[in-house]
């Protein structure tokens, strides 16, 4: 147990390192790999650990992204990505730490959809510095999403793809690496 | 596993719908931007059209160009519109059906050889006349129809005349 709870320090370690320097690098907009890896730490560590990565890394992300100063956005890209880290400790446990080839089709819609309401929670963002110039709820928060919806289809694109492709490899890997429940029995691990 | 399956497909549908709504939205904006600058455009335009005539006035000018075969067909093409910087070359070869020149180049310039299939030959062939309104007489240039650059309201002339005679007779 010791030596597993070892594993799991060392390879959240290394989601969280990779997650900020992934989200910290130079890119084009909207196409990212920190809703994968905020989701995958929640199925693999618990919702708590997931939505804390989450809330962590667009902490970071606020003050030292390529793009700027994330401002009055900040606690808006936080929240969403909490969402996404409770949402992928959900998923984790329903899945009981065994991921088979439909996570494929599920972790895709899961991240496709995820991607939408992060976008909402971060638009209304937008909209709350609409609405510090006049412009009432409604319109404010409407303008947002549709000035920005070419921005929202290649994040929901892209990230239904970055889901469909990584996600199953990375759990298969680390339900092996962790030796999950079945795998565990069949092989256990040299220590 | 229904019940898993009808989650996962809602949940698509459910992305698929707002992002489809938000695109949507996206280009009905567009399209009443772009909607909405053409109108502005069109509308300029047909307020400003006194305007771009005067600035095609500018760019412009008018002359009148006779053409005599020699044979005593004489046509009389008035009021063409050229560009500003247009030569009596350009101004016969904008009027003709078909034309074949000579370009000796240089000093020389353009002869022109043959106008809507009358050619020069061994004893005739075309000249090309400037009518001086100073002095009230048709002038015989003695350089090429190409260097003769046009002024608004000019009159020239091309005639298929002999050579025997010299200087051959006046357009009119």
Known sequence: MESSTTRRVAVFTLLTALCISTQLTPRPPNVEFTSLLVFFAGAFFGALLGSTLGATVMFINGFLSPWGFAGLMLPFQMAGMIIVGIVGGLYGRTKKGIHTPS???????????????????????????FMLLG?????????????GAP???????SNFFVFSVAFFPLARALQEFF??????????LPM | MEKKLFTYVTLGLLAWAIVGTAAAGYYFIQYNIYQSEYDDLVNQLNTNVGDIS???????????????????????????????????????????DNMNYTDYGGELGILVTSINGVDNNSTHGWFYWHWDSGSSEWLLPSYSCAKHILHRGDVIAFTYASYMEWPPPPPI
Do not use: M
């Open chain 1, 103 to 129: 996570s494929c089709g599920e972790a895709a819609i899961l991240g496709a959809f995820l991607t939408v309401i992060y976008d909402l929670i971060t638009n209304f963002g937008v909209a709350v510095s």
């Open chain 1, 135 to 147: 412009i009432p709820v409604l319109p404010a928060f409407i303008g947002a999403i549709v000035s």
């Open chain 1, 151 to 157: 921005f929202l289809l290649i994040h929901v694109v």
């Open chain 1, 179 to 188: 030796g999950g429940e079945k795998v565990w029995r069949k092989n256990s």
């Open chain 2, 54 to 96: 005067a600035i095609l006035e500018g760019i412009s000018l008018e002359v009148n160009i006779f053409l005599s075969y020699g044979n005593g067909a004489k046509i009389w093409h008035n009021n063409n519109v050229l560009p500003l910087g247009a030569t009596a070359f350009t101004a016969i070869y904008s009027i003709v």
